[in-house]
Nanobody, 125 residues
């Protein structure tokens, strides 16, 4: 069964860090671009970052530059999103998704076909 499962979300204080995981089963994650997305209450889903099949990071939103790092562990068939210096506005449900086009320049691309169920990140003091 083809599946993506996110984990690692939680409650963190402003300035803190979290590492999200996106674990794949039923297919090899390294063959795909993997994007991270988030959706805050009352807002549309937005692209956060993406890692290409050549392990290059592409940031979809300027607000995460220098704070979020995306990486792969092919042995674990997992992609990570390391989030540092978290802010209140980072609060959202975070999703990962795979793209057969590596990392499309448009995060709304239909190339993102397989999605996880999401993990909640709450940044609050």
């Amino acid at each position: 069964q083809v599946q993506l499962v996110e984990s690692g979300g939680g409650l963190v204080r402003p300035g803190g860090s979290l590492r999200l995981s996106c674990a794949a089963s039923g297919f090899t994650l390294s063959s795909y671009g993997v994007g991270w997305f988030r959706q805050a209450p009352g807002k549309e889903r937005e692209g956060v970052s993406c890692i290409t099949t050549r392990d290059v990071q592409m940031d979809y939103t300027a607000s995460v530059k220098g704070r979020f790092t995306i990486s792969r562990d092919n042995a674990k068939n997992t992609v990570y999103l390391q989030m540092n210096s978290l802010k209140h506005e980072d609060t959202a449900v975070y999703y990962c998704a795979t793209s057969f086009l590596s990392c499309p320049s448009n995060p709304g691309s239909s190339a993102f076909g397989t999605w996880g169920q999401g993990t909640q990140v709450t940044v609050s003091s």
